[in-house]
């Protein structure tokens, strides 16, 4: 079973991108190399967070679905770097499947970067 901070974050970083997908400054490039990185950011937090076996998902690819993975190729720049933080940050926090408000500042930058 997933707890309140997981689930908290998985649902704002789902929203930040649907937020970001719709529209934003027209300034910032979507698709651009930011957006990959975010992409392969948060394809290495699946693949860490699968092998620390958290349960949340069966495999990489459930994760992937799950946490949105190719949508962050085409938001924003400004939202795909703060994307890619936050999946850096969960990455390497001491127990990732449970990281507490360990990556808080990230996750905040999301919701400033992408709405």
């Given amino acids: 079973m997933l707890n309140n901070t ?3 974050v998985l649902s704002v ?3 930040a991108l649907a937020m970001g997908c719709s529209g934003g400054d027209d ?19 699946c ?5 620390a076996s958290c349960g ?3 495999d990489v690819a459930a994760c992937e679905t799950f ?3 190719a949508t962050t190729a085409s938001v924003p720049a400004t939202c795909a770097d703060a ?3 936050d999946y850096d940050c969960r990455k390497a926090v001491t127990d990732i499947c449970d990281p507490g408000t360990a990556c808080e500042a990230q996750f905040n930058a999301i919701m400033t970067a992408c709405t």
């Fill in 6 to 8: 997981v689930c908290g």
């Fill in 13 to 15: 970083v789902g929203l």
């Fill in 27 to 45: 300034n910032k490039s979507a698709g651009s190399a930011n957006g990959t990185a975010a992409v392969d950011a948060c394809k290495a937090y």
């Fill in 47 to 51: 693949a860490a967070e699968v092998a």
């Fill in 56 to 58: 949340f998902n069966a």
């Fill in 67 to 69: 946490e949105d993975c």
């Fill in 83 to 85: 994307i890619k933080a």
